[in-house]
């Protein structure tokens, strides 16, 4: 039966110099890991990779003093799937977060999210299958998506980028095969946004592009963006108030018709609940964003959906924050609606496989056994040496 012989961990930076409406990212960094077993493989032992998704700081500090201690004193066989053929993540969770009180979902959420992407490519490459294909095997969730809808995110803010930068910027993501793009709003005045949007408009239509307020208005200040954004009919307007303040939320959405999205700043079940109960978010056109990686990992994700579920909310309305590969497996087992991209930025852990194209907004899923970050030759150098 498989056994973890050790669990690695270090922190890189993800930074660039460009900022949304409420942080810069000049100084981003992550928390990668290792974890290492005992199951030979072509001479090595095979070990799963894992890392958080840009937007949280790295969490070395919980992974190495609470959460990797807690896998590596646990009972073995209770890691295990139920046959002991390959790790189980699902029973990881309670052990991960063992001793943690409820409520209050920070950074320990990201700690746990990284060691379940980990332990995801693990008992994946133990079976030998690429992780969509072990999804849907493992859960039962018949077959995967062959193609997952993916969108470039970009249009942020740096310093002296003009109008033609932008629209620069968003020829080059169509340019990539990507249909839909989005941009920043609310790091410059209503006036000046609506220059910016207009200015995009020029090179994408309405229905394809969407505008990301990263929670910066206040809700007088997300009325009157709402109002004046409504004649474009954009893809989505994104996170326009506090991802805490539901109230917010739900008044916006008697006032404005478009689709709304939010939730990647949610880090948990309880979170997910709160927001379907309070923030008047309707199944019918809004998108929830959920990033799985941040927010107890997909253990923790397959219980969101199943709660979604029973809210009457389709899969298909779920499109991640993240924009990487372990997202792209995620969204084609579950079927969601898609994934998130940032095409050139959060290197070296954002993005797809080196040799990934993007045809018509979709991306084709690698067979690589695991997520396949042996595909993305940067990356798999930097987690090589975590542990070699
Ligand atoms: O700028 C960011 O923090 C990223 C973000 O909101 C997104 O990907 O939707
Ligand atoms: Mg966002």
Redesign the pocket.
Same mark, same amino acid.
């Given at each position: 039966m498989p056994r973890i012989i050790a669990i690695h961990e270090g922190t890189i930076p993800i930074s660039s110099s460009i900022a949304n409406a409420y942080i810069d990212f000049g100084r981003m960094d992550c928390s990668i890991v290792a974890i290492v077993s005992d199951v030979i493989r072509n001479g090595r032992p095979l070990t799963g990779y894992g890392f958080s998704s840009n937007g949280r700081y790295s969490a070395g500090e919980i992974i190495r003093r609470r959460i990797a201690p807690r896998l590596l004193e646990a009972d073995p066989d209770s890691l295990l799937t139920d046959d002991g053929v390959t790790f189980d993540p699902v029973k990881a969770l309670p052990v991960m977060t063992g001793d943690e009180k409820p409520g209050g979902h920070g950074e320990r959420s990201v700690a746990v999210g990284v060691l379940d992407m980990a332990l995801h490519d693990l008992a994946a490459k133990i079976e030998d299958k690429p992780l969509y294909r072990w999804l849907c095997d493992r859960h039962a969730l018949g077959e995967p998506d062959g193609s997952v809808f993916v969108y470039a995110?970009g249009g942020y803010y740096a310093p002296g980028r003009t109008l033609k930068d932008l629209q620069a910027e968003m020829r080059r993501f169509l340019g990539l095969g990507y249909t839909t793009v989005k941009m920043k709003i609310g790091g410059a005045s209503l006036r000046e946004d609506l220059r910016r949007v207009e200015a995009v408009l020029d090179v994408v239509d309405g229905a394809h592009l969407a505008v990301?307020a990263?929670g910066r208005f206040d809700l007088a200040t997300a009325l009157a963006y709402g109002a004046a954004l409504e004649p474009y009919g954009l893809a989505w307007y +994104? +996170?326009p108030g506090d991802p805490l303040d539901h109230a917010l939320h739900a008044t916006l959405s008697e006032q404005y018709p478009g689709p709304l999205a939010t939730g +990647?700043n949610l880090f948990s079940l309880p979170d997910a609940r709160n927001l379907l109960r309070y923030a008047g978010m309707r199944p019918d056109r809004d998108l929830i964003?959920i990033d799985p990686v941040l927010s107890y990992g997909l253990a923790e994700y397959l219980r969101i959906q199943a709660m979604l579920q029973r809210h009457g909310w389709s899969a298909r309305r779920c499109i991640p924050?993240g924009g990487h590969q372990f997202a792209l497996h995620i969204a084609a087992a579950l079927k969601l609606g898609g994934n998130e991209s940032y095409p050139g930025e959060f290197e070296p852990t954002g993005g797809f496989a080196d040799n990934a194209t993007i045809e018509n907004g979709h991306l084709r899923l690698p067979d690589h056994p695991g997520i396949g970050l042996e595909n993305k030759a940067k990356l798999h150098q930097i987690l090589q040496s975590l542990h070699t």
């Open positions: 995110a990301d990263n +994104e +996170e +990647e964003q924050h």
